[in-house]
């Protein structure tokens, strides 16, 4: 994920600090919550359309025990800590691979959303599922991982990093290659976009048509909670994400770099909470947890009405 570095927003350093803070610690346990009920509760784990979902919040909570530990503590200081280049490798290696993983997944799993709603048989036997389940997403994942790798820890050139910039400078030096710049922004970028806006809206539309259409109550109490679940993960990463990658896309074509500048500087920073929202997002649109959250909460108050006392 790249960062706008060539001008400041109006917000201090401590501010900045303080407004990360208060999501993030919510956010992390929000993430253990979720991953937990996932992993550990039989029906979910091995519900197919939970997979990438359970990848995608596995990943989110790397990136928030890695980078946005060093982000506030950037904030914090104002400056990079450790100054080494291997640090800063490592840091940029980390934000640029796993937001490349995360685009291009949840882009399959939107697309792949139509095949479990309204194609199960090509999913029906064991060999099926291996082949349309399995098989896209480990490609996906080599992929982000090799391309990450070939660009960031072993490119064609050298990276000059700023350690008084947030991830030193966050501009990859294949990124002044016109050809590599153009096939990160389009591949892995614009492409995925395209395809979450388009499988999302198209995957709205058709649930409708079918419910109106066959008025089937079970199948449709499935496929609602499908749906959720995918929207409203789609619309938090698109109302993030999107003009951002426009503009970036814009410039390449030949736009000036003024052009949008304070617009970028904001969403930039405010990107972060794409990664900080995402477990709540998950959370809320799963009927199971947010009734397991409320089961919760009220034993927690029954408790503490009885200790009162």
């Not at 990438?52 to 980078?67: D, E, G």
């Not at 090799?146 to 947030?166: A, N, Q, W």
């Not at 959370?283 to 408790?303: D, N, T, V």
Request: proline share 4%; charged share 10%; with cysteine.
């Amino acid at each position: 994920m790249l960062y706008d570095i060539s001008s400041e927003i109006a917000i201090s350093y401590i501010v900045r600090f303080w407004i990360i803070l208060l999501f993030y610690i919510p956010s992390v346990i929000c993430s253990f919550f979720v991953l937990y009920h996932f992993l550990f509760d039989r029906t979910l784990r091995q519900a197919p359309h939970n997979h990438v979902i359970i990848i995608l919040l596995f990943i989110n909570l790397i990136v928030q025990l890695t980078s946005f530990i060093w982000i506030l503590n950037y904030y914090r200081l104002e400056y990079v800590w450790p100054q080494t280049y291997s640090f800063c490798l490592i840091w940029l290696f980390i934000d640029e691979a796993f937001y490349i993983t995360i685009t291009l997944l949840f882009a399959w799993a939107t697309f792949e959303r139509h095949i479990l709603i309204f194609h199960d048989r090509l999913v029906s036997t064991r060999y099926k599922f291996l082949f349309i389940h399995c098989l896209p997403i480990l490609l996906l994942l080599l992929y982000c991982i090799f391309y990450s790798i070939v660009v960031v820890l072993i490119p064609p050139c050298k990276h000059s990093f700023d350690y008084t910039k947030i991830v030193c400078g966050s501009f990859p030096c294949y990124y002044h290659v016109r050809l590599t710049a153009m096939w990160d922004v389009i591949v892995n970028d614009i492409i995925p976009t395209m395809t979450i806006i388009i499988c999302s809206l198209t995957l709205l539309l058709r649930v409708i048509y079918q419910k109106s259409r066959m008025h089937q109550t079970i199948h449709w109490r499935t496929h609602r909670k499908m749906t959720i679940q995918l929207l409203s993960i789609s619309l938090l990463y698109l109302f993030i994400y999107m003009p951002k990658m426009l503009i970036e896309f814009l410039r390449l074509c030949g736009i000036p770099n003024y052009v949008g500048k304070d617009f970028m500087s904001y969403a930039g920073f405010f990107a972060f909470y794409g990664n900080l929202l995402l477990p709540f997002v998950c959370a809320g649109s799963m009927p199971q947890l947010k009734k397991r959250i409320l089961k919760l909460f009220l034993c927690c108050q029954r408790h503490i009405q009885t200790i009162t006392p």
